[in-house]
């Protein structure tokens, strides 16, 4: 993709799907990439992506469906983090009328220690005493006739939500959709919610593909 070096990732990914004909729809179907991670890289949302190791992996099955290179995709995409890096102290925000007052580094230092001391002491009783939460639309024995299937559900806020090891993205309220691409015959999801202080939760949900077998009937 040496084509696309002076290019932003959004721009060499555009003309990647340009010059094969693939829409976003498209581009989800051959790669397994949900159509909402494709739209954050093409309108360039990146702060709303998950973890770099998954955005790595996302690019690498996208630049194979598009016959590019995948890392090349992925250093166009480090070269926005780079800039930010770049832009050094001087390209400061504007001075935010709403901050509070600066307070002395000992009088600051203090009063850090002390929050932590009571944040550790709290923790236990906060993180022990709370429930996981998880709600989804996969009910016992559920039985499809198609290959996917649009996974929707709730967690809580802020939890880490995990399917057979791949990051699903939560919205500001833990809501989530993320469509399955689903083998005939039973597909085992194994959901997993970390949570910072908390051992792992893990609940599993069972899908049955249903291949129809019906013939055409003959004339």
Known sequence: MDQYDDKTLAEALAEAMRLKGFTV?????MTGVAERIIELFLAERFEDLPPSPYVHGYLLKIG????????????????????IRRAGHRDTLPENRFALPKIPRKLAIGALLALLAAGLAGARLFFGGSSFMLEMNIPENLVVATSTYLLEGHARPGDQLTVNGALI???????FAEELNLVPGFNTLRFVITRPLERARESVRKIFYQVSTTTPAAF
């Open 25 to 29: 729809s498209k581009l989800a179907e």
């Open 64 to 83: 194979e469906s598009l016959g590019a290179d995948g890392n090349a995709l992925w250093n166009a995409y480090g070269k926005f983090h780079r800039e």
């Open 169 to 175: 993205v939560l919205e500001d309220d833990g809501a």
